[in-house]
């Protein structure tokens, strides 16, 4: 158990729609990350948060926008959802420094219909 | 752009020795980690090395080379249950954070 909570487990929706991914960061970190993981595209970085700030941001689609909450838990937030946006969702927890390790949650399995 | 690689499939032996290798030319350099991840679940943490030389943990064990671009992961006395995927990551500066950039991973299978 890595200690970082994300829900729901499973998401199926259609295209078009809008969801929203949730992440609890392990105690004491202060920074979240999303990743999107799909069969083809491997596992790639979307946006990192520290403290409720936008801190590094990858190739993440208009379409798609995260924030941090004061308690520090993260939402990700899809919209316009398309077929290709179907893939697995990570959080990950960290300090924030490079030399230490991010932890995953175990993720959120979206599938577009 | 950034290119982090690593071969796509490996079978090993159990109770042998297996080393994933791992090149990666990038735009900075923060350091590198290993995830291993079993199919659907959540990557977890394997090693991080920032400094040349080998990084020693049990039954795993990591080098790094920065003038090479070059890491691999060595894992002894495999069990059936390494059998799992193993991500090569390499940490990125950037702007006010960091980010990890991931190799596609390696499929390691252990066998009888």
């Known amino acids: 158990d890595s200690g970082v909570t994300q829900t729901p487990k499973h998401l199926i929706t259609a295209t078009g729609q809008r969801v929203t991914l949730r992440c609890s960061p392990r105690?004491?970190?202060?920074?979240v990350y999303w990743y999107q993981q799909s069969l083809d595209q491997g596992l790639q970085f979307l946006i990192q948060?520290?403290?409720?700030?936008?801190?590094a941001k990858g190739n993440i689609l208009e379409r798609f926008s995260a924030q941090q909450f004061p308690d520090l838990h993260s939402e990700l937030n899809l919209s316009s959802l398309e077929l290709g946006d179907s893939a697995l969702y990570f959080c990950?927890?960290?300090?924030?420094?490079?030399?230490?390790?991010?932890?995953f949650g175990d993720g959120t399995r979206l599938s577009i219909l | 752009g950034q290119n982090i690689d690593q071969p796509t499939e490996m079978t090993a032996t159990e109770g042998a020795i297996v080393q994933i290798n791992c090149t990666y030319q990038?735009?900075?350099?923060?350091?590198l980690f290993w995830y291993q991840q079993h199919a659907g679940e959540a990557p977890t943490f394997l090693s991080y090395?920032?400094?040349?030389g080998l990084e020693e943990k049990g039954r795993f064990s990591s080098f790094l080379s920065r003038s090479k671009g070059y890491s691999y992961l060595l894992l002894k006395e495999l069990q059936m249950k390494d059998s799992a995927s193993y991500l090569c990551?390499?940490?990125?500066?950037?702007?006010?954070?960091?980010?990890?950039?991931f190799g596609t991973g390696t499929q390691l299978k252990v066998e009888l």
């Open positions: 990950a927890s960290g300090t924030g420094a490079s030399n230490q390790p991010q932890h």
């Open positions: 990038t735009s900075g350099f923060n350091g």
């Open positions: 105690s004491g970190d202060l920074s």
């Open positions: 990551a390499v940490i990125l500066p950037t702007g006010g954070g960091n980010k990890l950039t």
């Open positions: 090395n920032v400094l040349d």
């Open positions: 948060y520290y403290n409720g700030e936008e801190r």
